[in-house]
């Protein structure tokens, strides 16, 4: 029917189209961006003019080319209180992208990272639908994808979390998907995830098999 190819198109389009900017933060604002105003998102990160909007495919391509490299993190959220990752999410974060750093040889100066909180609006509902419609897209432009998966626990229900959560989650599961598409699952994609075994070198969220650095 006309209904469900409708829907169908408008499906199709969130996979191809940013339906909202994809909203980056330099790696040199995010390392030195202590919890209390990482934790006021996007907005706060905007106001203190942290963010830098890629309007369209576009303006990706014109950064990727002019040396620039994305890293997004996938994580769980912990609590329904308290948005974005928790205290240890945070720590493991930037060990994360220090890691990538290292290994990478990329200049800090010329690494983004994208951090739901930060890169998708938190007030204004409409215009955060947007940017969560845009989600495959997000993860399938960026250049590397960083699992954070360390030991840790829900703040409300007191559950142990970790890879083994972490691998449960719808989201987790549709960014690894979307990064997975448009890059493959090799090393040399940056795909790795950070979890209490080390930073690992595959996507251990979809392999069994896990090559990892001990953390230090």
Known sequence: ?????????????????????????????FLATPNEELFKNHEGMRDRGGLQFLDNMEDIATIRGEGYTIVFFSYQWLSWTH???????????????????QYSAIPVER??????????????????KLAVDSLY???SAVDALIIIAPDSMHEQTQEQAGL?????RVWTRVEQVSHCSAHGCSQTRGCSHCSAHGIGSTFGSTFDHERTIPYP
């Open 164 to 168: 083994q959560s972490y691998k449960s």
């Open 83 to 101: 948005k974005g990752p928790n205290v240890v999410q945070r720590e493991w974060m930037d060990s994360g992208v220090r890691h990538y750093l």
């Open 1 to 29: 029917s006309e209904r469900v190819q409708s829907k169908v198109e408008v499906g199709l389009a969130t996979l191809k189209n940013l339906q909202h900017p994809l909203v980056v933060t330099p790696t040199g604002t």
């Open 111 to 128: 690494i983004f990272v994208w951090l739901d909180i930060l890169a998708i609006p938190q007030i204004n509902r409409e215009v955060q």
């Open 137 to 139: 897209v997000y993860a």
